[in-house]
């Protein structure tokens, strides 16, 4: 066994699964469920379900992990097809699915949890303007809009920030917080959870102050592949509009706004959110080769053309309470959710309450074995170790490390088995982390 520190592996480990595999991670105990939360636990839980109903919810969501889902099928195709040696990190190229995740990478922005950033400041200084640049960036035979802030710092630095999709995800994310843990001010960090309410206060004073109509134009945002200029866009129109409720301003962009498909077709909002619903289980069953089943459930219960939206109902209440938000849990469900500590909750069977979600188990090997072959931890440590190592009996072997497809049999082991890995020939090509 190689000699190394359990605790470093694990914190390089956790929260490092990637968005669009439908997972949950928390720090503190969930025994006992949402009631035996503290205010602080319920608001990091709420924090966390959010991004997941922005995944599930939404066709930015939805498109990204699509095209995750896409990348992740080539990658397990070549590694089956190939007959030699194969060099890890692997990157498929592929044009189409290039060109498709340029368009993400570029409605995604900044994204500021990077390991070379974590020292920055990210405090922002208020008394200072944040300066807003508008430009267009050539994709294939499409122009995309792009905004850069320019924001300044409490350190006295100023950088270029690209807004989009993470930052906007996490802002919105926070305001849930606060709403329900007024501690959570994140005020060393407001970049990236307190910068849309940071350029409200400084473009749009008229609505700044509005919590639930900043969440809710956040939301809006995430029904277009262009979330920074609908987001301002939005703010625009509630800010010379302040009367209009949130809930109204989402419901108004449902009924009036038109989106365009990949094939051409323009369609009402909830045409197009029905037919990416659909797109969606057809590939992610496809490719687990498995009856969709809890997540079929999930994206049954926030289609638009039931006229239902769970995340902004419930703020829209008189109070955000811990029982109105249990309710909209107990509609919803739970997605996969755990912790350093080897806690875990698997999603139940629809069709046989019995049994855990099949669909959800195999989501999570595949996203498991995809991150760790496409952008391993700093130990190329298998994400699955700090679930083996605390189960009963606990399930720990060398290969755990680089090759965790070798050895004893485990949890990955069955797909990789599938793939035909163990018949294959890898070699890591990037310089390994010293134990």
Known sequence: MKQYNEQDVLKA??????????????????????ARFSQKELGTFLHEYVHFLQNISTPWG??????QYQKLAKTFAFIQESSQEIELPLRISDAELDRKWSIIKLGSGYYPFSREDEHICRKIDRSKDIVIHRTKEQIGSNQFPQITLDIFFQDGTMRSIELGAVIINESMAAMYQMMVDPTATHENYDLPYNLVQILCEKQFPNIAGDRRKLISICYISLFSMSPAEVLFDQLDYANRHPRISGETLFFEFVTNSKIESSDGVTLGVESFMDRLI??????????LDVELDYIEFVLERVRLSKHMSPLLSVIHQEELTPALIESMVNVLGIPFTYNEDGQLFLPKSIKDPTKDSEDVIRLILYGALFQHITSPNPFYCCPLKPLCVKSVPPIEKDE??????????????????????KSKQFKWILVKKPF
């Open 13 to 34: 480990i956790a929260g490092s699964y990637q968005p669009g595999f439908l997972q949950i991670k928390l720090t503190h105990s969930f025994d006992g469920g949402l």
């Open 62 to 67: 939805l498109y990204m992990s699509m095209v």
């Open 400 to 421: 755990c490390f680089d090759f965790p497809w070798e050895g004893k049999e485990c949890p990955i082991t069955p797909l990789t088995n599938y793939i035909g890995m």
């Open 278 to 287: 659909s797109l969606f289980k057809e590939l992610l069953k496809k490719i």
